[in-house]
Structures are given as C-alpha cells and as structure tokens.
C-alpha cells in the first residue's frame, strides 16, 4: 500500500503541486483583502488607516507650560451650573465665522482644514501666509496662541480648536486630553482649559481619539458643554466607530465630518492626487471637506494647488459656510424661516 501511495503521489505530483500553489494564492488574496478592508478608508490603493492622525509625529517644539500652577483661573465656565446657565445659546459659531464674498451657491465648494497648527512655529506661519480662506486648527497647548491664533485671523483665516482626545493605543494625545476613564468633572475640567486658551473660534475637531469618540457617555457631557456655548463640531473620523458626529445631530449641534486626509503620505504629487479626489467629489456632492497637516509638502501642493480654483469654477470656503447651507436646507425642510 505505501509503495502504491508513493507511486500514486508522483504520478499526480504536478497537479497536486499546482492545488496547492492555487490554496496559497488565495489565502495571500484573502489575507491582502482582509488588511485593505479593515485598515484603509478607500481600499486598496494608496489611502491609509483611519488611525493615521494618531501615527504621525509632530515635532513639538512649542508647547507651552500647561501644568496646574500655569492653568487660568477663568477656565470657561466652570463656576456655572445647568441650573443656572444662560437659558439661550448664542451660536458662537456663527458670530466667529468668516464670510464668504461674491457669489459661490452654484458652485462646487471645498474646504481645507489644517489641523496640529501652534506647536511647530515656521510651519504654522507658513500655513497662516497662504492664501485662504482655509480652516485652522490649534492645538489647545502651543506656546503664544492668543497672538498667533490673531494674525492667522488678520488673513481671513477661521479658527478651530484641535481637541486632545484619548487614541487606542498607547499613542500621546499631549496635555489636557479627555480621556475615557477620567470622571466627567476632570473631562470638564480639561475641556474648559482646552477652549480657554485662545479667542475667535467656531468650533472644534478631534485630536486623536479613536478611543474618546467611541465613547457615548464621555462624549455626551462634552457636547452638552460644546452646545452651551453655540460652537460646532467637525468628526476628524479617526475611528469607523465614531459616535461624534450622530451624538452632535442627537444634540442638534451643527456638525460635519471629514472627506480626506491630504496627507497621509508626504509627497507633493500625492497631496495634489488627494485634491483632485476632492475637488471631484464636490463636482458630484455641492461640497467636500479635506484635513491637512503643517507639512512643507502640504503648504506646497496647497501653494500650487489654490491658483487653479478660479479656471475650475471650483470655490475655496471656510468650514462655516458649507455648515450654514447644511443647517439652512434643514430649517428650510423643517418649514422654519432662515436667519
């Protein structure tokens, strides 16, 4: 029997080579699928993981003292209560944003957000110096924000603040993160801090936190505190599972969420792919909105890139104003008269 085995083996043993070759090649396939589908936000080819915010350094080199001893006394509104909070919300966000000129509503729209701005000095000026409007974002702990954050104003920019929020992963989220585990009144505590350290803003978007924004009760006191103060929220989407965005709607706070990153590989042509990829999908949607870094690739492509806009038909806007025609299409559907 085993020399009638064996005799059998080599008699077949090409075509037994060949099924197994074909066994291998689909578990390589498979496998190849299996890592595109769970880690890239448009599989395969050259997107990155949504995760990608919280895998990129940044050289800080501007951080400012934010231990307890240099915490403000005025943290926001910490001394109020639900019970005696202002009874009407003032919509901060509208009051902060920047105005568009002309006339842009039959025109495809994008925006640029640039987030991890004030803690690399010559890369926050070189993206401050472009041509705009864009949307920037600090980072609540950089060195002299009241200052930097006012010239970046002075050139028709809009502000954000770039919310530190727990990543998964042993990732550092910088000082003053809200963080899953922590009580709601030290998440409270670290939020007032974070919206107390410069003026102007519309709203916020998240730092990291793959980890926070999964979490509904944390992220519910935030947003009852971001609420209050008539800010809105965009969903930087470093998670599948974000919960900011559909708890913002719940809370009827304005909010959006991110189309691209731009630069999830520093490479000028790349950077210019990804917005063309944008500039496609705002040809097909009316708008779409980008996240940038303060990478001298980023304000390169971005330098090159905002001439062509004009020949295109295509309008560069602040986050505000394709928010505002958001909520002014709902208020219309609703039958309410738009501000």
Not at 72 to 80: A, H, R, T, V
Not at 231 to 237: A, C, I, K, P, Q
Request: proline letters at 5%; glycine letters at 8%; zero cysteines.
């Amino acid at each position: 029997m085993k020399q009638a085995g064996t005799a059998f083996f080599w008699t077949y043993r090409k075509e037994a080579l060949s099924l197994a070759g074909l066994f291998l090649l689909g578990m390589g396939f498979g496998a190849t699928w299996i890592f595109y589908d769970n880690n890239f936000e448009n599989p395969p080819k050259t997107e990155m993981s949504l995760a990608f915010e919280e895998d990129h350094n940044i050289i800080e080199v501007e951080i400012a003292d934010t231990t307890s001893s240099n915490i403000p006394k005025d943290l926001g509104y910490p001394s109020e209560t639900k019970e005696n909070a202002p009874p009407d919300i003032v919509e901060t966000w509208k009051l902060n944003a920047v105005q568009v000129t002309g006339h842009v509503a039959d025109k495809p729209q994008v925006t640029i957000v640039i987030d991890d701005l004030g803690v690399v000095k010559n890369l926050t000026l070189g993206v401050i110096d472009l041509k705009g409007p864009l949307t920037l974002s600090f980072l609540p702990y950089g060195k002299n924000l009241r200052e930097i954050t006012q010239l970046a104003a002075g050139n028709g920019h809009e502000l954000m603040v770039h919310l530190p929020m727990e990543p998964q992963g042993d990732k550092n989220p910088g000082p003053h993160a809200l963080r899953v585990a922590a009580t709601d009144g030290k998440n409270l505590e670290d939020l007032y801090f974070n919206l107390s350290q410069f003026e102007g803003y519309v709203g916020l978007n998240n730092h990291m936190g793959s980890a926070f924004t999964e979490d509904r009760a944390g992220l519910s006191v935030m947003l009852d505190e971001v609420k209050r103060r008539g800010l809105l929220v965009l969903d930087s989407r470093t998670s599948r599972k974000s919960l900011l965005a559909d708890l913002s709607s719940d809370k009827n706070i304005p909010n959006m969420t991110r189309d691209f990153f731009l630069d999830n590989i520093q490479d000028v042509d790349y950077i210019l792919g990804q917005l063309f990829k944008l500039e496609e999908m705002a040809k097909k949607r009316g708008h779409a909105i980008a996240i940038g870094h303060p990478y001298k690739e980023t304000i390169e492509a971005l330098t090159l890139w905002r001439p062509t806009l004009k020949e295109k038909g295509i309008v560069l806007v602040p986050l505000s104003h394709i928010m505002k025609k958001k909520y002014d299409k709902i208020l219309l559907a609703k039958g309410k008269k738009r501000e």
